[in-house]
């Protein structure tokens, strides 16, 4: 599966629009892009995933490139709420299944 | 939506002792389960692939027998950690995968809360 790149750390006023960047320059064709999060001392809460078309959903919104190489998970209106650690991970269908964490991005939502 | 139950939710024991974690699929059936380990500010990281009616698969470095896994049914599996020691304290995590939230080709999981071990 391919390795993504997150920013250690980022900040976001609260009712801002957060803008959570991953690079996964390796990326094969099958491979979808998966984003978690995990609030501390909480199981990671699957937000959204996509494969190639930008997707939404109630909690977000995911853009990817049109070469695929590179990612942005968008939380439209930014609440204290959001504060965690979001991951995001790349991997195939042919995978058994399994998720491998990286360091991911942890987001600060300030007032 | 699909809900993955940890039991329990955190637990003390004595060094040397054993200690069970329960991982239930609540509303769906989970014929695969994974178990993660997280020590504090660090990320998750991958133990095991538990498979229903079948031995689990262990990730590089963790010891099948310290760490036993049983998946007896389609919505339970359990990990043991056998003589427990102040090292093995940590927040271990399950997930199971709902094939109805995840269409061909994807692969999404939901993660129980987790159950934090404190071994004294």
């Known amino acids: 599966d391919a390795k993504t790149t997150q920013p250690t750390s980022m900040d976001c006023a609260e009712g801002r629009a957060a803008n959570l960047p991953c690079n996964h320059s390796?990326?094969?064709?099958?491979?979808?892009v998966y984003w978690y999060r995990q609030i501390h001392s909480q199981g990671p809460q699957y937000i959204i995933h996509?494969?190639?078309n930008n997707e939404t959903n109630e909690m977000a919104s995911l853009i990817i490139t049109e070469d695929r190489k590179s990612s942005t998970l968008i939380l439209p209106h930014a609440t204290l709420r959001d504060t965690a650690v979001y991951y995001c991970i790349v991997r195939s269908p042919s995978n058994t299944g399994k998720l491998i964490f990286g360091q991911g991005t942890t987001l600060q939502v300030k007032p | 939506g699909a809900v993955v139950s940890q039991h329990p939710s955190w637990v003390i024991c004595k060094s040397g002792t054993s200690v069970k974690i329960e991982c239930r699929s609540l509303?769906?059936?989970?014929?695969?389960m994974f178990w993660y380990r997280q020590f504090p500010k660090q990320s998750l990281m991958l133990m095991a692939t538990?498979?229903?009616?079948?031995?689990?698969?262990?990730e590089q470095g963790v010891e099948k027998d310290k760490f036993l896994i049983n998946h007896a049914s389609l919505t339970l599996s359990t990990l043991t950690v056998t003589s427990a020691h102040p090292e093995d304290s940590s927040f271990y995590i399950c997930?199971?995968?709902?094939?109805?939230?995840?269409?061909?080709?994807?692969?999404?999981?939901?993660f129980g809360a987790g159950s934090r071990l404190t071994v004294l």
């Open positions: 390796t990326i094969s064709g099958n491979e979808y």
């Open positions: 509303d769906f059936q989970a014929t695969t």
């Open positions: 996509g494969l190639k």
């Open positions: 997930s199971a995968r709902d094939f109805g939230l995840s269409p061909s080709g994807a692969n999404v999981l939901t």
């Open positions: 538990s498979n229903e009616g079948s031995k689990a698969t262990y």
